[in-house]
């Protein structure tokens, strides 16, 4: 099968046209389905997002309807840069850049500029899907990036691969994210009795706009989640560092039931190095908050289009991939 062909099982009802059965268009767009075992997982044409991941049924995530819009950034892939950008203004190559301020009550930039973009399937299979998009140049963006997200299933859960190419002739700043919310397994369910560990050795406090002010160890702070342990009512909104990996240099946080019977793992590949925990205190939606732990890989720090902690810069032509992925406990 050629890359860009649909299979029979694509052809055949794993995919969902943008309009409800009232007529009306779906708020994210085209829904897809993708399917192992007793896994399946719905993706959406808008953001090329992942709006549920289930295990026989069961929530794995804390999702979305299909007739819902996309809240908190929930199963959004963020590109060019996850997390914020201070005042949404930053300096490359000598000259000042501002971008739109998508978050206003902070006055800043948040999560990047992909994730309202629709994106194409390229290739669909029964257990697999492709995404693919270009990001032209826009109000405090001139480059152009291919961007492309790779969602597999198979026996050992789901994994989410994100490949960007820059296609511009200049060198552009650059990082990536995503921005799950691991569930207990029941829609709605707050978290707080849940069992937490997050391996992360350094967090970075932040200021009232959510930009970081430095390091600090966990040591001896409610944000000191390495051992596993019950969450309470901790709020927490900060970005982990200095990882704890295993031996194929993997780092995962792990959400489980209270009572020890199953949960849910987010690991993530070398290229993150950073580890956003939201317990989701803040957002608008009073039913949404603390419902889903949110857990976002990234490869660089809050606002590090100005402080330039763990941002890359890719180069004419250059790719960047990294891996992450979800697997039930």
């Not at 960007?164 to 995503?178: D, H």
């Not at 009512?233 to 946080?253: C, E, F, K, N, Q």
Request: hydrophobic share 30%; aromatic share 6%; charged share 20%.
């Amino acid at each position: 099968m050629s890359a860009g062909a649909m299979s029979p099982a694509a052809k055949s009802g794993d995919q969902t046209g943008p309009e409800a059965s009232s007529g009306h268009r779906l708020p994210s767009g085209r829904q897809y389905d993708i399917r192992h075992g007793r896994q399946s997982a719905h993706l959406t044409e808008v953001g090329g997002a992942l709006r549920d991941y289930l295990l026989d049924g069961r929530p794995l995530v804390e999702g979305y309807g299909p007739e819902e819009m996309c809240t908190g950034a929930r199963g959004q892939s963020l590109i060019p840069w996850p997390n914020r950008v201070k005042g949404g203004a930053y300096t490359w190559g000598g000259s000042t850049l501002q971008l739109d301020l998508s978050e206003p009550d902070k006055g800043g930039a948040i999560h990047g500029l992909t994730r309202w973009r629709n994106w194409d399937v390229e290739d669909q299979r029964e257990d697999r899907i492709s995404f693919t998009h270009t990001l032209h140049a826009c109000q405090g963006w001139p480059w152009v990036l291919d961007c492309r997200l790779d969602y597999g299933l198979d026996d050992g859960g789901l994994s989410v691969r994100t490949t960007v190419t820059n296609r511009s002739p200049e060198p552009c700043p650059f990082g990536i994210g995503a921005h799950p919310y691991l569930s207990l397994g029941q829609p709605g369910q707050v978290i707080d009795a849940g069992l937490v560990q997050v391996p992360g050795r350094t967090y970075l406090p932040v200021d009232e706009h959510g930009i970081p002010t430095g390091h600090q160890r966990v040591d001896g702070t409610e944000y000191d989640l390495r051992e596993l342990q019950q969450l309470g009512a901790r709020p927490i909104d900060v970005a982990y560092t200095d990882l704890i990996r295993d031996g194929d240099g993997r780092a995962s946080v792990t959400l489980l039931r209270p009572d020890h019977s199953g949960g849910v793992e987010l690991w993530v590949d070398g290229t993150y190095p950073y580890l956003e925990i939201f317990t989701g205190d803040t957002l608008p939606q009073p039913d949404r908050r603390r419902t889903g732990l949110g857990v976002e890989p990234m490869t660089c720090a809050p606002d590090a289009f100005n402080s330039g902690e763990g941002l890359i810069t890719l180069e004419p032509g250059q790719s960047h991939t990294g891996q992450w992925g979800i697997r039930a406990l």
